[in-house]
């Protein structure tokens, strides 16, 4: 114990002795491990970007998807014999049955439309999807302002409604609080908005299943309605088991439809799906070769200055240093200096990474806006490779260091 | 039993076109704890081989060398180390302290490889040797600051910080005027006799060697007894 603590005081010592040397031979490396950092903290934010964008397209894992179709329409939900209002209101009800018979915590019976609204410019039309308050968990659906559909929402009189800032601004200025939208033929309220930057300019909206099919527009001929399906999440680990047991129990209800029940969720693609895989080598390539680079020069300035120490550890070896000691000293000096200079590095990156104008540009996309803390498995491995760049290149020096004969070094 | 015994010591260092060169051809001695010995002779004649050997540094091509009875031949690399940094300490005619560190750092050198107690006491153990040779008031002032003198003090202080039972003294006073010189011995007499150690001194200068109880000539790489001296 008190021979490594012994070590490294030697190191510090050392580097503080020769800080201007040190100093100019790690500025190299410092920038290497920022590089290197923000490689990976930038491989590691669009890795959670891009899944965060992948859940909200699928769903997270694992998600089942349960849809239904009346075998009279071959199909197609849309021809002769599509349901009717009243068909989708039995599917709503045997989904939500299922939900309830094996108690899933997150579920939700959706269904999308094409409705009309009036806009500040007149009538026009939007998408709204039928979801229930689970639907915003299971989608990553972030709330900028407001909130998304709740239970109590159900025993509303006019239905409540969730717009995007494209449906918004189509409404015109004003608070989006206690604002109301005459859409599908109905007034609804509006309870939250929802603000995904450029995915959120056209106008879309969300509200509660049944509600949108009661909506008077829903109900036409001309109504442009797909027929309800359910989005259940379940642990992984009984994906299978829940797809049998919803498919048997929701086509048990529905007599004369078709039950079909599938994972959907971006992981049941493949194992093997990395798209990020490619640009995050890229990263790390480039910020290796800086690193190479840095760590060339940190060997040249200590093999340098090493030859000019040999009296230093002659002295050391005479008072009962040992040559592994010496190797040990000297190497140390290297790993402390380049941990350290990891650090700055890594501090520089989280820094940069909390610059107003960074983070601004690393929201875009992000639902809600909000950015994931500084990756802390970046840091980690900046500081490991400043270490592991430490002991590489001051395994150098040091073996020149003990190489060094006493008898010369002392000279008597 | 003496605390050092050389038997037959030889030491020759091959050359790259001609033959061996033989520095030492059978020496013996023998150096008991608080003996007081001086060894003179001229440049090349192999006195600085001997220290070497005599600070367990370099080993004989031939012979005996024995540390406490324990024959030093026997030993391993690392073992050698520690046992030289626990028994000898070195006072050198550049006294060879570190730039860069201070007094006080200089004088806790040897205790960075010493015992963990002493490690973790190396600044009081420091300041006490310091203040022993006279230097307390330069404590924190950096090596390159200090005169001939006080280096030579200071390296005194870390020749004797982790009590060695011999100190191995080389042209001690080669670097100063006479009067520090004297000082110098001075106070090396005293801090040896103090801490019970044998003192080995190696000098041109016959003064230096004659406040030896023991005063040796190495010529042509043997070691001849010239006198014996009342310390």
Not at chain 1, 269 to 291: E, K, M, N
Not at chain 2, 115 to 138: F, I, N, P, T
Not at chain 2, 153 to 169: D, G, K, M, T
Request: charged share 20%; net charge negative; proline share 4%.
């Amino acid at each position: 114990m008190t021979d490594v603590v012994a070590a490294i005081q030697d190191a510090w010592t050392e580097l503080r002795i020769h800080r201007g040397r040190v100093l100019m031979s790690l500025i190299g490396v410092t920038v290497a491990i920022a590089a290197l950092t923000a490689s990976v903290a930038i491989g590691e934010l669009a890795r959670s970007t891009l899944l965060v964008s992948f859940e909200s397209q699928s769903g997270r894992a694992a998600t089942l998807t349960t849809s239904a179709w009346n075998e009279q329409a071959g199909g197609d939900p849309f021809a002769a014999g599509a349901p009717s209002g009243a068909d989708s209101l039995a599917v709503l009800d045997a989904m939500e049955a299922a939900v309830d018979r094996y108690d899933i915590e997150f579920a939700s019976a959706t269904t999308q439309g094409q409705v009309m609204f009036q806009g500040a410019s007149g009538t026009q039309g939007v998408q709204v999807t039928g979801a229930e308050p689970d639907f915003a968990i299971m989608r990553h659906l972030g709330v900028a302002d407001g909130r998304f559909l709740v239970e109590s929402d159900r025993a509303r009189l006019a239905p409540a409604v969730v717009v995007n800032r494209g449906l918004l601004d189509a409404l015109g200025q004003g608070p989006a609080s206690a604002r109301t939208v005459e859409l599908g033929g109905s007034t609804a309220v509006i309870v939250g908005v929802i603000d995904r930057g450029m995915q959120d300019e056209w106008p879309q909206a969300w509200m509660l299943p049944r509600d949108l099919l009661r909506l008077p527009e829903a109900n036409s001929p001309m109504a442009y309605m797909n027929p309800p399906s359910l989005e259940a999440w379940v642990p992984e680990e009984l994906a299978d088991d829940g797809k049998r047991m919803l498919n048997q129990d929701i086509a048990g209800a529905l007599p004369g439809w078709q039950v079909n029940t599938e994972r959907t969720d971006w992981q049941a693609w493949g194992d093997d799906y990395d798209p990020l895989l490619p640009l995050q080598l890229t990263l790390i390539g480039a910020a290796s070769a800086i690193l190479l680079l840095g760590a060339l020069g940190l060997v040249t300035v200590a093999v340098v200055s090493i030859r000019q120490r040999v009296r230093e550890f002659g002295i050391r070896r005479a008072f009962g240093a040992s040559r592994g000691r010496i190797f040990v000293a000297v190497m140390l000096e290297s790993v402390v200096g380049t941990v350290v200079a990891g650090a700055i590095g890594i501090a520089i990156c989280i820094f940069a990474y909390r610059l107003p104008a960074v983070q601004e540009m690393l929201t875009q996309g992000l639902s809600g806006g909000e950015l994931p803390g500084f990756p802390m498995g970046a840091a980690i491995t900046g500081l490991l490779v400043a270490a592991a760049v430490g002991a590489i290149a001051g395994s150098i020096p040091a073996t020149i260091a003990v190489r060094s004969k006493v008898i010369e070094a002392i000279r008597f | 039993m003496p605390l050092l015994h050389l038997r037959g010591v030889t030491r020759q260092f091959a050359t790259i076109d001609g033959p061996a060169l033989q520095i030492l051809k059978g020496v013996d001695l023998d150096v008991a704890a608080h003996d007081r010995v001086s060894i003179v002779g001229r440049s090349g004649s192999g006195k600085s081989t001997l220290l070497n050997i005599l600070g367990l540094i370099d080993q004989p091509t031939t012979g005996i060398v024995e540390l406490d009875g324990e024959p030093v031949a026997l030993m391993g690399g690392r073992m050698r180390d520690r046992l030289r940094g626990a028994t000898v300490g070195f006072v050198f005619q550049q006294f060879n302290l570190i730039e860069g560190l201070t007094a006080a750092e200089n004088v806790a050198v040897p205790l960075h490889y010493g015992a963990g107690r002493r490690y973790w006491q190396r600044h009081r153990l420091a300041s006490e040797m310091l203040e022993r040779v006279g230097l307390s008031h330069r404590i924190d002032t950096k090596a390159t600051n200090l005169s001939g003198g006080e280096q030579q003090r200071v390296a005194i202080a870390r020749a004797l910080v982790r009590s060695p039972r011999l100190i191995l003294a080389d042209e001690p006073t080669g670097a100063l005027d006479i009067e520090t010189g004297g000082r110098i011995m001075d106070l090396l007499d005293e801090v040896a006799a103090d801490a019970g150690a044998a003192l080995v001194t190696i000098t041109h200068d016959v003064a230096v060697a004659a406040r030896a109880s023991r005063m040796l000539r190495i010529v042509d790489g043997r070691l001849e007894q010239t006198s014996a001296v009342a310390a």
